[in-house]
């Protein structure tokens, strides 16, 4: 970690592209490991986990596996583009049982490898999104101290269910986000998983940016969407107005 910080420093130092922070804060509760393609066999187990009781199979493709091939194609597709490579930082925390930092703020050429993601136990999304805002602010002081510009930041928020952290961290996370939001400090994109989404507690996290449900699992449109929003931002300038392709949603959201 030490050594990751260092080079994190040092690529500030080395690179004054202005840079565009991404957040990743991604659901990783149990609930992630249901089936969502392939051929299955029935195991006749069940277990009980992330607040429901799940049939235990062989086989088949999960949503974490999906997500999982998302996030690597985004990984990619910034890799691959010469302007975005040298500014976008990607920064991947994730939520279940417990919240981590699978990657904290730093471009491809630092961090070249998409974090592995693994799924266990119910979801703390208020205590993953506090964390979140954390190392953001941790990241735009550093910025500031080296000199270095950037843009809004963004925080992709993804999650599958219903929060069941604690309820005093949900809200103040909700209350952190919408500040920002409000003083035009951060940009979420809020994105439920499925039909058991909560599309409710999503919403309370943008005020200005509805929440949009994936089309079934097409988490890779989703982040084919994302990279080219983050190209677009690259090619202009911190303080521009940048227009998204709205059309571009309709491949992977709907309201």
């Given at each position: ?6 080079m ?97 703020y ?68 909700i ?60 090619q ?15 491949t992977?959201?709907?309201?």
């Amino acid at each position: 970690m030490e050594k990751n910080q260092l080079m994190r420093m040092e690529d500030l130092l080395d690179n004054p592209s202005p840079r565009i922070p991404i957040c990743l804060c991604l659901d990783t509760s149990s609930s992630m490991l249901r089936v969502v393609g392939g051929t299955t066999i029935d195991t006749g187990r069940k277990v009980y986990q992330d607040g429901k009781q799940w049939n235990i199979v062989e086989g088949g493709i999960s949503a974490l596996q999906e997500l999982q091939e998302g996030v690597n194609h985004f990984y990619e597709a910034i890799a691959e583009d010469e302007v975005a490579r040298f500014g976008a930082e990607i920064c991947v925390v994730t939520f279940d049982s417990s919240v981590r930092t699978l990657t904290d703020y730093a471009t491809i050429d630092v961090q070249p490898a998409p974090p592995e993601l693994e799924a266990d136990g119910i979801t703390q999304l208020g205590e993953g999104v506090n964390l979140a805002l954390d190392l953001l602010e941790e990241r735009k002081n550093e910025y500031k101290e080296a000199g270095v510009d950037y843009f809004q930041p963004w925080l992709v928020l993804m999650t599958d269910g219903e929060p069941n952290g604690d309820d005093y961290e949900l809200q103040r996370a909700i209350n952190r986000a919408t500040e920002l939001v409000n003083n035009r400090k951060l940009t979420v994109f809020p994105i439920g998983i499925g039909n058991e989404a909560d599309m409710d507690v999503l919403a309370s996290f943008s005020p200005t940016r509805p929440p949009l449900r994936l089309k079934g699992t097409n988490f890779k449109e989703f982040f084919e969407w994302l990279s080219q929003s983050v190209s677009t931002v690259s090619q202009s300038m911190p303080g521009d107005k940048i227009q998204l392709n709205v059309e571009g949603i309709k491949t992977w959201g709907e309201i």
